[in-house]
């Protein structure tokens, strides 16, 4: 587990398809998300026992309120390539009562953290929407940079197309 103040990053635990479930149906949550075809919680549930372990390649941790002692959103390192020190990162807080009050932020540095000291990565990058600029902010507070903008290339699940910011982060630039 990697523990900061606020939040502990901790293996997705079939037993955490229940909140996942209801973050995915909630309109607030899933408006930057890509949209997605519905699921059940019968498959979220199964899709949680067949959860393949951890790798190098693809890293999913739940987020968890210390606090409150429940899980309140999801961070991963996925696409990692050690041959050029690589990774995409994705995150959301399914939990709207944590949001503004530096849950993600924290999740966000411990992940990135985790990211250059074990994974031994040079650049971790993400997409986000143009639009979402509450994650853009949080963002850009830990040290990420925009390093271009793709048109039109995320459909939301409103139906409508956004265009979407790619951002990166390299090891010195992380804002401890």
Same mark, same amino acid.
């Not at 890509?34 to 075809?37: E, K």
């Not at 507070?141 to 903008?149: I, L, S």
């Given at each position: 587990m990697l523990t900061g103040k606020l939040v502990r990053l901790r293996a997705i635990e079939p037993s955490d398809a229940e909140s996942i479930y209801r973050w995915i149906h909630d309109p607030e949550v899933g408006r930057y998300m890509? @949209? +997605? #075809?519905p699921r059940s919680l019968a498959?979220?549930?199964?899709?949680? *026992? !067949?959860?393949?372990? %951890?790798? #190098? *390649? %693809?890293?999913?941790?739940?987020i968890e309120s210390i606090e409150a002692g429940k899980l309140i959103g999801v961070v991963d390192l996925r696409d990692a390539r050690p041959e050029i020190g690589r990774a995409e990162l994705d995150i959301y807080l399914g939990e709207t009562d944590h949001w503004d009050g530096g849950y993600g932020t924290e999740a966000l540095k411990?992940?990135? =953290? #985790?990211?250059?000291?074990?994974m031994r990565l040079h650049l971790i990058a993400l997409w986000v929407v143009a !639009? %979402? *600029? =509450?994650?853009?902010h949080v963002y850009r507070?830990? @040290?990420?940079? !925009? +390093?271009? =903008?793709h048109r039109e290339c995320h459909r939301g699940p409103d139906g409508q197309y956004h265009d979407m910011y790619l951002m990166s982060l390299l090891e010195p630039e992380l804002d401890d």
């Open positions: 890509t @949209g +997605d #075809y498959q979220l549930r199964k899709r949680g *026992e !067949e959860r393949p372990v %951890n790798t #190098y *390649e %693809n890293v999913v941790l739940g411990l992940m990135c =953290r #985790y990211g250059f000291n074990v !639009e %979402n *600029e =509450r994650a853009r507070k830990v @040290g990420f940079v !925009e +390093d271009g =903008r």
